[in-house]
């Protein structure tokens, strides 16, 4: 699943995203409201790691959608 589809069925995706990373917050997801570049940042944040993991467990997941 590529990421615009993500974005268009965030709402339903949300509770996945979760599940895999359970540190983000309610308000993380507000602010992050489906968009790629805000839930790399969060997960940097919560996670404590560099942008190129955060990618690269973004994609891992995108892909098992």
């Given at each position: 699943?590529?990421?615009?589809?993500?974005?268009?069925h965030?709402?339903?995706?949300?509770?996945?995203?979760?599940?895999?990373?359970?540190?983000?917050?309610?308000?993380?997801?507000?602010?992050?409201?489906?968009?790629?570049?805000?839930?790399?940042g969060?997960?940097?944040?919560?996670?404590g790691?560099?942008?190129?993991?955060?990618?690269?467990?973004?994609?891992?997941?995108?892909?098992?959608?």
């Amino acid at each position: 699943m590529n990421w615009d589809q993500v974005e268009g069925h965030w709402q339903q995706l949300k509770g996945r995203v979760k599940q895999k990373w359970g540190k983000l917050t309610d308000d993380d997801f507000e602010v992050i409201a489906g968009r790629r570049d805000e839930l790399l940042g969060k997960l940097q944040e919560r996670y404590g790691i560099e942008r190129e993991q955060a990618e690269r467990q973004l994609d891992e997941f995108t892909e098992r959608l």
